[in-house]
């Protein structure tokens, strides 16, 4: 048995495992079914966390990514009371998190494969993890598989629909953003503003049925929309064009099986509110690296046993958290209303309640 590590997936889960296992001295190899290259065309900005900065950087794969910190995130919930300010002079931290376009992120990450020499074979679509026979190549020579081929195999997921899509696009605003993000839900869903640039990155949620409808407004209709949904605190004045998602919650009960790990959205698909997804990959990548580092085969059961266990606290918190956030906010039930806004006043009052929050989000559940 070889001692490598083949990973299905280059995408940035796949290319940042590949560059954790080097950083400890472990070989691996990607495979790909796309051209190399393909994920500078992701259309998505991410928001993503001090932590995850922390450990980009620890890859070599953060400096040189244009990105704008958040300084502080506004969270409130539409025409109800109640309201938080999450800022990082109170948390000392130079940023909360970075906005950063997905593009910018797997160029750098390809990148530093290149620098690091870790072979990328692209165009070579592996025999899917959970259904056999469904395509070319297998890997079951090396050592360890780990699935980064970004979706959750319908045969081995837990879903949740909640019915909801996302239109992502960029708005102009009258007002400098001064490195305020805001989250504002609202009873079709979370509304997202991340100071990008000069401009704003918006996630807008709504119903799944009204989501055609939506995409398909021209500029001026869109953007009153917006407004209409963020109300009056900021002004808006152009949007960018505009890319939709479906939303949902997707995840594996087990991340570790015989000589194999699942990693990225192979292992968990969130719902981007709260911008959990890639912040959980890095920290499992980091973890599993470690990990690995502790034994010749990286392959063995009771260091993949080990990992899982490791992982479990932190993953579970963060699938829960954005499954609670979503299922509490995402309706206009007036008890339930009274009681999120007294949650986030609560918040607003209670610095330890609100470091919590905090830290929970930009460093995971082992943050304390
Ligand atoms: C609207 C939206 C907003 C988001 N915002 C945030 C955010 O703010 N912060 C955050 O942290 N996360 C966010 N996320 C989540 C984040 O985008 C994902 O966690 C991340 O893109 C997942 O990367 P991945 O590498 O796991 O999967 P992917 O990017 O899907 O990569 C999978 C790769 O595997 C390859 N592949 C597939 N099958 C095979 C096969 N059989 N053989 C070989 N190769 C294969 C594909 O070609 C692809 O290159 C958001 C997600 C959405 C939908």
């Known amino acids: 048995m070889a001692d490598k590590v083949a990973i299905v997936g280059g995408g940035p889960a796949g290319m940042a495992l590949a560059l954790a296992l080097h950083h400890h001295g472990i070989a691996a190899e990607i495979f790909d079914a796309r051209e190399r290259g393909a994920a500078r065309k992701d259309k998505r ?3 993503l966390s001090y932590g995850a900065r922390q450990i980009l950087e620890r890859l070599g794969a953060w400096h040189g990514i244009p990105a704008t910190a958040i300084a502080t995130i506004h969270v409130s919930q539409r025409g109800r009371l109640g309201r938080t300010h999450i800022r990082a002079e109170d948390e000392g931290v130079p940023a909360l998190g970075y906005v950063l376009a997905a593009s910018d992120l797997a160029a750098s990450l390809d990148a530093a494969i290149t620098a690091a020499g870790i072979a990328y074979r692209e165009n070579e679509k592996v025999m899917r993890s959970g259904i056999p ?20 195999a319908e045969s081995e997921a837990t879903v949740r629909d909640y019915g909801q899509h996302a239109v992502l696009c960029t708005v102009a ?22 100071p990008f640039g000069n401009e704003y990155a918006v996630v807008f949620t709504c119903a799944a049925d009204g989501a055609p409808q939506l995409a398909a407004l021209d500029d001026d209709a869109f953007r009153a929309r ?41 292992a968990q698909t969130l719902h981007p509110v709260a911008g959990q997804g890639f912040n959980l990959a890095l920290r499992d990548i980091w973890e599993l690296g470690r990990t690995l ?10 260091l993949l046993a080990r990992y899982a266990a490791a992982r479990r606290l932190d993953r579970r918190g ?28 609560a918040l607003d009052l209670l ?11 930009m460093f995971g559940a082992r943050s304390w």
């Not at 190549?137 to 090396?142: P, Q, R, Y």
């Not at 610095?351 to 989000?361: D, E, G, I, L």
């Open 45 to 47: 900005i991410l928001a």
């Open 293 to 302: 580092a502790d034994s010749p085969d990286p392959g063995d059961a009771a």
């Open 318 to 345: 963060a699938i829960g958290f954005t499954d609670t956030l979503v299922r509490t906010f995402s309706n206009d039930f007036a008890p339930l209303a009274h009681v999120r806004g007294a949650g986030l006043l």
């Open 226 to 266: 917006l407004q209409a949904q963020f109300g009056t605190r900021l002004t808006f004045t152009a949007v960018g064009p505009r890319v939709g998602y479906a939303l949902g919650l997707r995840y594996r009960r087990d991340i570790v099986g015989e000589r194999q790990v699942w990693v990225g959205n192979a």
């Open 351 to 361: 610095p330890p309640a609100r470091s919590f929050v905090a830290r929970r989000m």
């Open 133 to 152: 026979g469904d395509g070319a190549a297998d890997t079951a020579n090396f050592a360890l598989t780990a699935w980064a081929e970004g979706a959750v």
């Open 173 to 194: 605003t009258r007002e400098p953003h001064r490195h305020v993000a805001w989250e504002r839900f609202t009873p079709d869903g979370p509304l997202a503003l991340l």
